[in-house]
């Protein structure tokens, strides 16, 4: 690669272009640093990337432990991003956490302990990991496909191959596991299911995450939910779906993190009764066409729904129990918000307005205004003793929200978020969460 050295150069001469943008592309999509840090930990082991990322680091002319520091972004990367390099960096040599200033450690020391509990724990887990189910020798074998492009033509070739012959190995790279991913998924047989049970684990990177949805149609829908999502991670993250058939068959389910493609059915959540933390993102031009299956979740106390959710009814939500929720009305009135017994917490997006024009996306779904009665409906929020948070860029209808606050209601303004409280009590701490950017 010519021209000055990046970020992205370092990453790319480690582990390719394709992979580095990949990974950068991950860490960019988390909506604050504590959730790029938390997503990047769970991330399994690879010593590779870990070595790379530490690279980053580690060269000076780099600038990226100066990008730490939201303040005095070097123009590099997002501090998210960074901030998910560096959870990995400190897998390769902790001591790099050593190493910071004194300025991005002080600041950052909820994230800094955040990251030496997961490195602990990722020590941990490698020295304890069992040994995995051995491949039957066969040297006189087929050699196996190299590249995930391969496999389709491989399996043709081979119907009858041995599944073990993908089971996984130490020191297995990540695109010898696609390939496995999507051999036994191609393969489709029980005993390819018992193999692919050698990879889970808690959590998985994007290309692997698509592979398993390959796969899952492939299989009994409840016997691979329950054999590949483990409950070890504090989050179920299944990435981006087309389907959440099985995902009953996955006991103990908390806590789910899923995007959504264009009319995905959400009834199968309707399983999922111990189910208290759901965030959904609804992605494409129909997004979310009901919600009526999240209103029979009894459990149900934290939801986030974002995205496009014009096409669904949201007033069913009145129903449900929940006491936190995030939403995005993508322009539909929020009255039935005023009328949710148990909210005490909401984030609030109310629609993309036309004077907004940074915010509009040309190649994505396009977006209705916020509704006219918004400004009325967060008012009676507040006064029932709702905390609300809007984001500031949403001009039009914030700045008349603002305009129209009554005395008694406390705003707060930190970053790109406005916060809005009858509580004295809790402004504090309003405050603390919006400046460290931990609004879902």
């Known amino acids: 690669m010519s021209g000055p050295k990046t970020i992205l150069t370092v990453l790319s001469d480690a582990l390719g272009a394709e992979r580095a943008d990949e990974v950068l592309g991950r860490f960019d999509r988390y909506s604050n640093q504590p959730n790029a840090v938390r997503g990047a930990s769970r991330l399994p082991s690879d010593p590779d990337l870990e070595r790379a990322a530490l690279r980053v680091f580690e060269d000076p002319a780099l600038g990226a432990v100066a990008g730490l520091d939201m303040s005095t972004l070097a123009g590099a990367l997002d501090a998210r991003a960074l901030w998910a390099l560096l959870a990995l960096a400190a897998r390769a040599d902790v001591s790099v956490l050593d190493r910071l200033p004194a300025e991005i450690a002080e600041p950052g020391g909820a994230k800094l302990a955040m990251i030496r509990r997961a490195v602990a724990k990722h020590d941990a887990a490698l020295r304890s990991a069992p040994t995995a189910p051995a491949a039957p020798a066969t040297p006189e074998g087929p050699a196996l496909p190299e590249k ?39 393969l489709g047989t029980p005993a390819a299911l018992e193999v692919l049970a050698g990879y889970a684990r808690d959590s998985y990177p994007d290309a692997e995450l698509a592979e398993l949805h390959r796969a899952w149609r492939r299989f009994d829908p409840r016997a691979f939910a329950a054999t590949m999502f483990r409950l070890g991670a504090s989050v179920l993250n299944l990435g981006e779906c087309a389907s959440l058939e099985g995902i009953g068959a996955v006991r103990g389910l908390a806590r789910l993190d899923v995007r959504l493609r264009d009319d995905v059915d959400l009834a199968p959540l309707g399983e999922c009764t111990g189910l208290r933390w759901l965030r959904l993102n609804a992605t494409g031009e129909r997004g979310l066409t009901s919600v009526e299956p999240l209103v029979a979740l009894p459990a149900l106390a934290e939801l986030h729904l974002t995205g496009t959710t014009r096409n669904a009814d949201l007033t069913v939500l009145q129903k449900a129990p929940v006491e936190q929720l995030s939403v995005s009305l993508d322009g539909a009135d929020g009255t039935f918000l005023t009328r949710m017994p148990q909210l005490r917490s909401l984030v609030l997006s109310g629609g993309w307005v036309p004077e907004d024009t940074e915010w509009v ?36 209808w914030v700045s008349r929200l603002t305009a129209a606050v009554t005395p008694g209601v406390f705003v707060v303004e930190r970053g790109g978020w406005l916060g809005l409280t009858r509580d004295e009590s809790g402004v504090e701490v309003l405050g603390w969460r919006l400046a460290a950017d931990l609004v879902p």
């Open 148 to 186: 995930v492009a391969q496999v389709a033509t491989w399996v043709a070739a081979h119907p009858d191959a041995d599944p073990r012959l993908f089971a996984p190995r130490p020191k297995q790279r990540a695109g010898e596991r696609r390939v496995a991913f999507r051999a036994l998924g191609a």
């Open 361 to 396: 996306d040309a190649s994505g779904p396009a977006r209705r205004a916020a509704h006219a009665g918004l400004v009325d409906v967060v008012l009676q929020l507040v006064a029932d003793g709702v905390q609300v948070v809007v984001p500031r860029l949403e001009r039009s």
